[in-house]
């Protein structure tokens, strides 16, 4: 071998040593390991919890030692929840709402008790891969709900199934912020006074009621969301818990309350479709409780 190429050899020996020195001391950082938990994760995890009440066995759902229950706002054992036992089949409605950050998901689920349906909603906390909390509510009438047309949930409206671009997404602060302008509304007796930013079509349903935007026709006026009359002198102060955001969907999912007549009180569970700075839908599950009862449950950060 002549000395240039003996020259060469050696540089490159010397050079993959030298290399192989450094890749050993100083190793590629690994990708940071995905949740225990993602999105098709905690929807799957829905899916369990409503087929295991449908076989009326929950013995083989992921519980945590630590699990806590409501059913209506009531603290009790999983076993003696009354949905366990009754729901017998599930309908073709459901709208899911996952907040991934918080290893939440809920649902709202028109489901059936011996053919009767039901409006349920269904959350649920996920902490690695099992279930810590479990809460439901049932809405079973019209005396029960205040509204009930089940014909208007046959299936998701396309406005909330709406998957926004990444650009058009607000941040979960923003989604928040946004939301909680429509209970300021219902305070004001106004959304014109606290300028909730609907968009020119956005529409409300109510347990299944058509109840604001085009096509309205419950009340006078109900055709326009942003401006509707929102007379009602026994709401008062209007309690506000948010249960989670869904930040990929754009979704802000909270539970209000409010007073009625007869000295009752009406827990809504409303989701907020929210993309382009806009609230385009508003969706609610609701429930006519004795004053007192509460949620059961603190906010979501």
Request: aromatic share 6%; with cysteine; hydrophobic share 40%.
């Amino acid at each position: 071998m002549n000395r240039s190429l003996l020259a060469l050899a050696c540089a490159l020996s010397l050079g993959g040593a030298f290399i192989g020195t450094v890749e050993a001391a100083a190793p590629a950082p690994r990708a940071a390991p995905a949740p225990a938990c993602d999105r098709e994760c905690l929807r799957g995890m829905v899916t369990s919890v409503l087929h295991a009440f449908v076989k009326h066995d929950t013995s083989q759902l992921p519980l945590a030692d630590t699990l806590r229950v409501t059913e209506d706002s009531a603290e009790k054992t999983l076993d003696k929840v009354a949905l366990v036992k009754s729901i017998t089949r599930l309908r073709g409605y459901r709208q899911d709402f996952i907040d991934e950050r918080m290893g939440m998901v809920g649902a709202h689920v028109v489901v059936e008790e011996s053919g009767a349906p039901i409006l349920l909603v269904v959350r649920l906390k996920v902490v690695g891969d099992k279930i810590t909390e479990l809460e439901t509510v049932a809405t079973r009438s019209k005396v029960d709900g205040s509204l009930f047309n089940i014909d208007g949930v046959d299936h998701p409206s396309e406005g909330m199934a709406k998957v926004p671009r990444p650009d058009q997404l607000p941040t979960r602060e923003e989604a928040i912020r946004i939301a909680r302008l429509y209970p300021a509304g219902l305070e004001a007796g106004s959304f014109v006074k606290t300028d909730t930013p609907f968009t020119p079509d956005a529409f409300r349903l109510e347990n299944g009621n058509l109840m604001a935007g085009p096509g309205c026709t419950f009340a006078p006026g109900c055709e326009n969301i942003k401006t509707q009359p929102l007379n009602n002198p026994n709401r008062g102060k209007v309690d506000i818990r948010v249960v989670g955001v869904d930040e990929r969907l754009g979704i802000a999912w909270l539970r209000m309350e409010w007073g009625t007549r007869n000295n009752m009180k009406l827990a809504v569970w409303e989701a907020f479709k929210i993309y382009d700075g806009q609230i385009h839908v508003v969706e609610a599950f609701m429930k006519v409780i004795s004053p007192g009862t509460g949620s059961g449950w603190p906010s979501t950060p």
